[in-house]
């Protein structure tokens, strides 16, 4: 039995007191937010007829989401990420601030504070032993001219999909570092090749997926933040081609310009040829 409740005078009027809409102090904005959210909610409730039972629900499973610290894990695996990602793409293409290395989401696992080098860092704490990884770029502004002293902050997880810090067993700053760019604008890391991330099996975010017949599955990726003042901030990842989940993202990061293929080097003149003629550690 469905009943229409939601446009009578009392509802209303019933919105307008839970935002605060009657009272003169507080924030105008959060007033505004808080009155549109709850109206939708109420709204929702009523088209879909929710039943108190599948409310409760609901409102027990915020509590576990929080408990278990997984909000920010939620909201990619939603789209959220993504649709911000999608709103600012579009705020760029209007501004003309389009073109160079496209933005994806961040994700939940960034850690400031990571140590800062000049020109090249090992990442690794050479506990694991990975087939190595060196990761080596140059950023440039919008007209290809080199940027040297540009923060180039990476991250990464390890052989289990892991990220120090969430995951206790690994060293502190483990897999991410901050370098600096050097005189010709050149980063290089060296590093382990990642796994892929799985959300937790038993956490929030992976029972709603269930219900939702999808998996938690991130394919193996490489985090970046790029940040020289004056220059918008760039947040990026490189995501491995040939990964199982490359083209099927549960966090919906993955963009073709950003899926790269790891190139094998197996000798002095292939390394000479990358240009991977440093000594590394
Ligand atoms: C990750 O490692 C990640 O990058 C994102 C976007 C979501 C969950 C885990
Ligand atoms: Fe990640």
């Known amino acids: 039995m469905s009943v229409k409740t939601m446009h009578t005078q009392e ?3 019933l919105l307008e007191k839970v935002a605060g809409l009657n009272q003169t102090g507080g924030n105008e904005r959060v007033k505004t937010i ?12 009523e088209d879909l007829d929710i039943t108190p ?14 408990k278990n610290g997984e909000a920010a894990l939620l909201a990619p695996g939603l789209g959220m990420d993504k649709y911000l990602d999608i709103r600012m793409d579009a705020e760029d293409e209007q501004a003309g601030l389009a073109g ?3 933005r994806t989401i961040e994700g939940p696992l960034y850690v400031a504070g990571a140590p800062v080098s000049e020109g090249f860092a090992r990442m690794d704490d050479g506990t694991q032993d990975g087939e190595t990884m060196i990761l080596t770029g140059v950023v440039t502004d919008e007209n290809g001219k080199p940027l040297p002293n540009t923060l180039v902050e990476i991250w990464h997880a390890d052989l289990k999909g892991g990220y120090s810090y969430f995951d206790k067993s690994q060293s502190e700053y483990n897999l991410r570092r901050s370098i600096l760019t050097d005189a010709e604008g050149r980063y ?3 590093s382990i090749i990642p796994s892929g991330y ?8 992976q029972a709603l997926l269930n219900q939702l017949g999808r998996h938690g599955r991130r394919p193996a990726h490489i985090h970046y933040f790029v940040s020289q003042p004056g220059y918008k901030h760039l947040t990026t990842q490189i995501n491995l081609a040939g990964d199982e989940y490359t083209y099927d993202d549960f ?4 963009r073709e310009e950003l899926v790269c293929d790891a190139v094998r080097i197996e000798d002095a003149a292939a390394a000479e040829q990358y240009g991977l003629n440093k000594p590394f550690t």
Request: net charge negative; charged share 15%.
């Open 251 to 254: 966090a919906f990061a993955t």
């Open 100 to 102: 160079g290395t496209p």
């Open 34 to 45: 808080v009155h549109r959210v709850m109206h939708d909610v109420f709204q929702i409730i």
């Open 188 to 190: 290089t890391a060296q």
């Open 198 to 205: 799985g959300c937790p099996p038993e956490g929030s975010t």
């Open 53 to 66: 039972e599948e409310f409760w629900n609901a409102v027990y499973y915020i509590n576990d989401l929080g």
């Open 11 to 13: 509802v209303k009027e």
